[in-house]
């Protein structure tokens, strides 16, 4: 059994993020003042009284708009709350119930689902608000008086909550599941790639630059296995990012490739490798991760004979540092190619997480040296003793040498390419560190 889901909803601008975040332990949610700035569902793993369930945060609910943007934030909303176990409705104390507030409630007892009302912003101790009374004529209940900043009352509304779920199950865990994270620029396509794995429009997909903020996570299983896709806000030029929301935006594009098993770094066809998505590529490399090279929008390109393996020629120039990874042409318009990801992410996963053993790694080391000697430098003749594996994703290898002075890059590299025609380890960086005899720890 799965388990139980809490979604947290309201208006715009009620502290349903701060919440969020409160309730789960971690910044995961961005928070500004600014309306809007939530837009798809986030999701995150939360306890209480040792019970593990997910709670989801969705953006402010305009009942009345038809601002594009709003519209797919409502429709993320009302997604959320038919998945959901229990509702958590959020408003405010400063404004009172507002229309707006009795139309979202209106909303919810139509659902016919478990709600737990919150009156958020109670950030003062001692006496209750007497304002907290009004909430009453939202017909939900008894409202909690909670403070997202301060935490006030956080408990009595899992309390709440916990009322509510299933009974007690052996819950899914996460262990076997592999993360993936869909990275790139604005607009290369990868909400629309995280849309069509799952078949549902589980993020907001639209020709504006900018709209996916949050790095939204969302469980999926297949015949392939168990994943978790992270759809990633797109990464511009430093120069450019001058919203700070955006800032915000870009960090958890990063902290989601730190986080993840396997990077897929989408480019775009029609425009091929530019600078930006060497540096995105960049991040994903230095960070050690297993990666796909997604050429997406592959249905727009004009082709003739030979013109995929052309580009992809052109796309392994042009990010010469990961020409490890293999390259995929897809797309997510059409689903053309797409069944295939799952394969390459599964290898690529299993070829970072590889380990090999001192004995293999010291016979293809013997026979390196015996096809390329260790180079010299004035009379000193650089000797390799041994190599071992000391880590995996990436894996990490150890060499024991006598200078590391005299262990040139290139002859690194040479080792590092023998190990991988032996080993395979396609996808994935090789990290090697040089350690020199009688060198400390």
């Known amino acids: 059994m799965s388990k139980p889901l809490v979604a947290i909803v309201g208006r715009p601008n009620v502290g349903k993020s701060m919440l969020f975040n409160k309730l789960c332990g971690q910044r995961l949610s961005i928070v500004e003042d600014t309306p809007g700035v939530t837009r798809d569902r986030l999701y995150a793993e939360c306890e209480w009284c040792g019970r593990t369930f997910d709670i989801v945060d969705t953006g402010g609910i305009e009942p009345r708009t038809d601002n594009e943007i709003l519209l797919f934030m409502r429709e993320q909303a009302l997604l959320a ?60 209940g008894d409202p909690i008086a909670v403070s997202a900043v301060h935490g006030h009352g956080t408990g009595d509304l899992l309390d709440a909550c916990l009322e509510h779920f299933p009974p007690a199950d052996a819950d899914e865990t996460d262990v076997d599941s592999i993360r993936v994270a869909v990275i790139g620029k604005p607009n290369v396509g990868k909400s629309s790639l995280v849309n069509l794995i799952l078949g549902e429009k589980r993020v907001i997909v639209s020709d504006v630059a900018g709209t996916t903020r949050d790095a939204v996570d969302t469980r999926f299983e297949n015949k392939y296995g168990k994943y978790i896709f992270v759809d990633t806000a797109g990464i511009r030029r430093k120069s450019r990012v001058d919203d700070r929301v955006e800032k915000f935006s870009v960090l958890r594009a990063k902290l989601a490739i730190e986080r993840a098993d396997v990077c897929l770094i989408l480019i775009d066809a029609r425009e091929g490798v530019t600078e930006q998505d060497t540096k995105i590529a960049g991040l994903a490399h230095e960070a050690g991760k297993a990666s796909v090279i997604v050429v997406n929008k592959w249905d727009l390109v004009e082709k003739e004979t030979g013109t995929m393996e052309r580009m992809r020629r052109e796309v392994l120039r042009d990010l010469s540092f990961m020409s490890y990874a293999p390259v995929l042409f897809i797309s997510a318009l059409t689903g053309q190619r797409t069944e295939r990801l799952f394969e390459l992410i599964n290898y690529v996963n299993d070829q970072s997480a590889m380990r090999i053993t001192t004995g293999m790694l010291n016979n293809v080391l013997a026979d390196a040296q015996a096809r390329v000697q260790p180079p010299t430098d004035k009379g000193r003749r650089l000797k390799i003793y041994y190599m071992t594996q000391t880590g995996v994703k990436p894996p990490c290898f150890v060499v024991f040498c006598n200078s590391r002075e005299l262990f040139h890059f290139s002859y690194q590299r040479y080792l590092e390419n023998q190990i991988r025609a032996v080993f395979g380890l396609e996808g994935t960086p090789i990290r090697m560190r040089i350690r020199q005899k009688g060198e400390q720890e």
């Not at 709350?81 to 979202?104: F, H, N, R």
Request: charged share 20%; hydrophobic share 50%; glycine share 8%.
């Open 81 to 140: 709350i038919d998945a959901a176990d229990v509702i958590i409705l959020v408003t405010e104390i400063g404004t009172g119930v507002t229309a707006a507030d009795q139309e979202v409630a209106n909303m919810l007892l139509r659902a016919k689902k478990p709600v737990v009302l919150a009156v958020n912003k109670m950030d003062a101790t001692g006496a209750t608000d007497p304002g907290i009374y009004e909430f009453y004529a939202l017909g939900l």
